[in-house]
């Protein structure tokens, strides 16, 4: 029997409104990446450092693109190190944090990668583990889930 039978599978789109409660991040918009393996994170000025003798790492995070408006500082313990190849074929170590994702009503525990996706439209991917936890993607639909408030989505105008 496969694992994902056990879930009723929540229909989302290419494109979602997501938020991270353990961050206090109410509202990020995310890209739906069954290419991708892990999640991804547009994080900056991360810092790596040692608590207890174990590897943690602060960063901020932007949920609004081209704005500085609710940026978060983030402290987590280093879950992993990954060698991750971007879509343009080059190799990066990237840290790996675990972190709640909520997305069309349901939060699923996530590895996510922390890297710089300044140039990128999405502050956010999600990959194929945090996906397969009962999820099913239409690519011709966009924000199934639900949409921020207008006056979020002003905050982040013309990018959808």
């Known amino acids: 029997m496969n694992k994902s039978s056990h879930h009723s599978n929540t229909l989302i789109g290419w494109r979602?409104?997501?938020?991270?409660p353990d961050l206090g991040v109410d509202w990020l918009k995310a890209k739906i990446d069954t290419g991708a393996r892990t999640s991804s994170l547009h994080a900056f000025e991360i810092h790596e450092f040692e608590r207890d003798g174990v590897s943690w790492v602060r960063f901020r995070v932007k949920p609004w693109q081209d704005s500085q408006e609710d940026?978060?500082?983030v402290e987590s313990p280093v879950h992993d190190r990954r060698a991750v190849r971007s879509s343009s074929g080059h190799a990066q170590e990237r840290l790996v944090v675990e972190m709640l994702i909520r997305l069309h009503d349901r939060e699923v525990l996530a590895e996510v990668t922390l890297s710089n996706r300044d140039?990128?439209?999405?502050?956010?991917?999600?990959g194929r583990e945090a996906l397969r936890r009962g999820y099913l993607v239409d690519p011709a639909r966009s924000f199934v889930g639900g949409r921020a408030p207008r006056e979020a989505r002003r905050r982040n105008r013309g990018k959808e």
Do not use: H, K, N
């Open 119 to 126: 140039e990128m439209g999405f502050r956010m991917l999600i």
């Open 71 to 73: 940026a978060v500082v």
């Open 16 to 20: 979602e409104w997501v938020s991270l």
